[in-house]
């Protein structure tokens, strides 16, 4: 019965998230961006569009601002009236930042995009009807849309390009709404292999493909829980502590440069993605 | 003895009021002054004073209706939420009250309409056939007073009508 | 200037000129219909183009999700919301002028949730999916998500339309049987008799009639000002600069009764010409709606400016940029527009002359109507050309011409709509104009009475 169910566990339905006295269990994967490594170079964004089987629009469609592309690079240029503005260009690889507290979930009509117990926000194609809530409410409009039926346009995948696509992802019909994964079919498979042996999966064992891609090594992923794996270590030792007034951290023996930050943290998202930069006036 | 309808139009309702007076002091015998029917082309709420204490229930289907409907919905939608996949959204509780307080509400109010609408028609006994004596002038402009009462009765009743200029009477044929 | 509704109308002239709207309208009446049916046709054929082939061809991207079609939802939800203003609001303060008007503003309260109901539809990227947003017990547990604002939207229409259709419905019910007795023989005598349900007027149904309508029209304040707060929280409950504003409920609440008795003016004109109900829908009775129009449309331009002022002084730079462009940036021209037909154009009303002018009022209200309607429009889409983050800054979307051809369709479905309507029911309620003129004879006769004793 469902109001039993409800009376029985209700203090567990009264939970809020993210909060310290229930942290994620088993994973919570995470990821840290090295932007001075990043050279916008656009091979993570390659990668994920191999990978995840995103439909290359064309340029007509492009020039609408109708890409599908889950990784993006961004290009800033600096205003500061210097001759040549791309000597200050500075890059940032931008996709979903899997949110803790996702704005996108809460407004969701048909539930289908949810938080897991493994810290990722996932989409469900098949429960989405395409309301664009989720869209309207990213504060990094970092979803996309099939505005088109994408599998049967013509050019977005040419007869010999469907030999290239994903079997472990799923290709999206029209008004569904998607965005990246963190490579969910990678996570998957490697918990079902540790799972098997009876191990938890170990860090460097699932790779993203934009981590693969990345010539500079600017990415890395994996689960935050273990304190051993590189992730946990790199927003251990250089997240800058925003409740601190003081930062503390970089003095102590043994630290690092203190440069990690997440994006828009005053909307209090707690976004899953952490990007290394030194904070400095200029990117030259 | 059998029981007979009879049907009386006046034109104003200053008439049909004086004979509703008369009837309830005459005290006719084979007459029952619950059997008395007004119909008028507009409410008439002055007339209630007149005809007794004949109470309206509809509020308490109101009630009963709307708290229903409120309950209802905060268990409905507690419920599902709690039985669907127990997956977090937004970092909220899998049980919000601000949402469920606002479904709440509107399930509230959609209890409340319905079931007084529902209230209406049973205390009002639509929908129903027509009396057997109807006369179309009661939807335009006339007053009908329908009165059912002994066969015996009927000539008195009948008195009293034309007493007080009513411009047409119906009676029932007698069985 | 023209007469009131005269005291001494006789009642069966009240039934014979009313029911006479069921059988000749002007000619002008089917050329609207026509009219709004060729319209409704280009809108359904847009949305069966889009529907075949897909969103994009709304000319919608990523950042601007949403288009004239939630622009032009909030706008017939708003004009809903008078038809209650009329019929329950001033049905509880007595205001007996509202008699002869309320049943046709009651049925425009029906028909744009209708038609606003068709947009959440047609917005949908999978229409053919729709029901997974609507909680019905199924075999695989599967629920919606009750925290969504979109759903309390569905929900809060869903109550507000039902309970909109029983109270036009419960109000007419004299009427109907009215038509049941006085209309001549055919399919719509038939449709009365059922509807009619067996009314005769009798003191006991007049008496729990009396008790019902009161009750439902007094949950239907409450539902109505729920209503689009509700609507307004779609906006203000999201984290996105220009609509987490906690001034729009009320704003858009005073935004709904504003666009409606706009509404409420223009069809007033073209029903009384239409159907010949000079006589009922009296001078008099337009002044009083301008009147009120006037002061709401004050109301609302107070809203808009403490919107204005809260950014401003609030400091949050993002809501601020998003304010700045909607008043420089590429959608000013549209939003000066706005702030013109919303707050300069209704000054006209509070000129006694044109209060009961009608080719200025006609004007005036067509005017007010475009006004809010691009007033809801920048809500929606400044935000997305402007939001929290900097590379999805990128200016302008014109909506294509499938978004056109709906919001023009939209005009269309509602008029058919509001039209068939007039054309089978008593757009002016008969019962209640009697009770008008016979409680306005009554307290002459006092007055009379009372001058008598004085002497």
Redesign the interface.
Known sequence: MSVTNLLENWSQFRHGHPVDDKPHEEYKWAMAIDLDACTGCNACSVACYAENNIPVVGKEKFNAGQQMHWMRIERYWPEDGREFADQGAQFLPMMCQQCEAAPCETVCPAGATNHTADGVNSQIYNRCVGSRYCSANCPFKVRYFNWYDYPSTDNVWPAEMTQQLNPDVSVRSKGVMEKCTFCVQRMTAAKNTARNEGRLVRDGEVQTACQQACPTNAISFGNLVDPESKVAKQWAHQQVELSKEVQAKDAQEGGTDLRGYRIMEELRLYPSVMYLERVRESAI | MSQQHILALFNNFENAEAAIYELRAADIKGFNFDDLTLKSPIEHHEVEDLLGKRSANVQWFTLGGALLGGLLGFFLISGAQANFFAQMKGGKPIVPFPPNFVLTYEMFILGGVFISVLGFLVCAGLPAKRSPLYSAKVSEDQIGILIKADASAMAKIKKVFTDHEALEIQEEAGK | MEKDISESI???KI?GDVLKSLEAPRKLYWVILVAALTLFGVGLGCEVYQYQ????VA????????GLYIATFIFWIGMSHSGTLLSAILHLMHADWRKPIYRFAEAMTTFSLMTAGLFVMV?????W??Y??V?YPNER????????????D???I??YL??SV??LF?GMI?DL??C???LHEGWRKKLYTILS????????????????YL??AC??I??AV?VHS?VA??FA????PGWHVTSFPPYFVAGALYSGCAAIITLFIILRYVFRFEEYMTLPILKKVARLTFAISMVWTYLNAIEFAAVWYSHDQAAKDVLLQKAMGPYAPFWWMMIFCGSVVPLMLAVKRFQTNIPVLFAVSLLLNLGMWLERWMIVAPT?SH??????W?GF?WPSWVQWGMVFGSFGWFTLLFMLFCKIFPSVSM??V??MV?HRSLASKKNELAEKGAH
Do not use: C
């Open positions: 006789a009642w069966a039934n082939i897909g969103m994009g000319n919608l991207n990523n950042p601007h999700v949403w917005h949908l990227g999978r229409l999916q729709f997974y947003s909680p547990g599967l629920w919606p998500n009750f925290q969504s604002p979109l759903l309390w569905a929900m809060a869903f109550t039902s309970s029983i109270f419960i004299p049987a009215i049941r007795d006085h349900l067996g009314w005769e007027g009798t003191d006991r149904q007049w008496r729990n009639f009396r008790v019902t009750t439902v949950f239907l409450p539902l729920s509700i929280s779609d409950m999201s984290q996105q997305f939001g929290y983050y900097p590379w999805t990128d979307q019962y209640e009697k009770e016979y």
